[in-house]
């Protein structure tokens, strides 16, 4: 089975750190470009950050440039969001996502998703 599994999300006070997992079933990471999305109560599902497959190029939404690393571990087939500094306003359902590709490219595109996990930040 083709799928992504997700782990990491929780409760945090503010300024606190948590570091989402992503984990790819039945197809090898590596081969793909990956993503981190993220949806809060009410509003439209967002880019967080991407990497492309060589890992040469990175992207960053502006609300969480400095904060949020995106990574991935090809032993573990893993893809990682290290969070720190968080805020409340980084409070919202956060999903992983690939597509066989080089390139980043925008939401609809990604093949792969995760089953999101919540992480929300108290002030």
Same mark, same amino acid.
């Given at each position: &089975?083709? &799928?992504?599994?997700? +782990?990491?999300?929780?409760?945090?006070?503010?300024? /606190?750190?948590?570091?989402? #997992?992503?984990?790819? !079933?039945?197809?090898?990471?590596?081969?793909?470009?990956?993503?981190?999305?993220?949806?809060?109560? /009410?509003?439209?599902?967002?880019?967080?950050?991407?990497?492309?497959?060589?890992?040469? #190029?990175?992207?960053?939404?502006?609300?969480?440039?400095?904060?949020?690393?995106?990574?991935?571990? +090809? $032993?573990? !087939?893993?893809?990682?969001?290290?969070? !720190?500094?968080?805020?409340?306003?980084?409070?919202? @359902?956060?999903?992983?996502? $690939?597509?066989? +590709?080089?390139?980043?490219?925008?939401?609809?595109?990604?093949?792969?998703?995760? &089953?999101?996990? &919540?992480?929300? @930040?108290?002030?």
């Amino acid at each position: &089975q083709l &799928q992504l599994v997700e +782990s990491g999300g929780g409760l945090v006070q503010s300024g /606190g750190s948590l570091r989402l #997992s992503c984990q790819a !079933n039945g197809f090898t990471l590596d081969y793909h470009a990956i993503a981190w999305f993220r949806q809060a109560p /009410g509003k439209e599902r967002e880019g967080v950050s991407c990497a492309s497959r060589s890992g040469n #190029s990175l992207v960053y939404a502006d609300s969480v440039k400095g904060r949020f690393t995106i990574s991935r571990d +090809s $032993a573990k !087939n893993t893809m990682y969001l290290q969070m !720190n500094s968080l805020k409340p306003e980084d409070t919202a @359902v956060y999903y992983c996502a $690939a597509v066989d +590709s080089e390139w980043c490219t925008l939401l609809d595109a990604y093949k792969y998703w995760g &089953q999101g996990t &919540q992480v929300t @930040v108290s002030s």
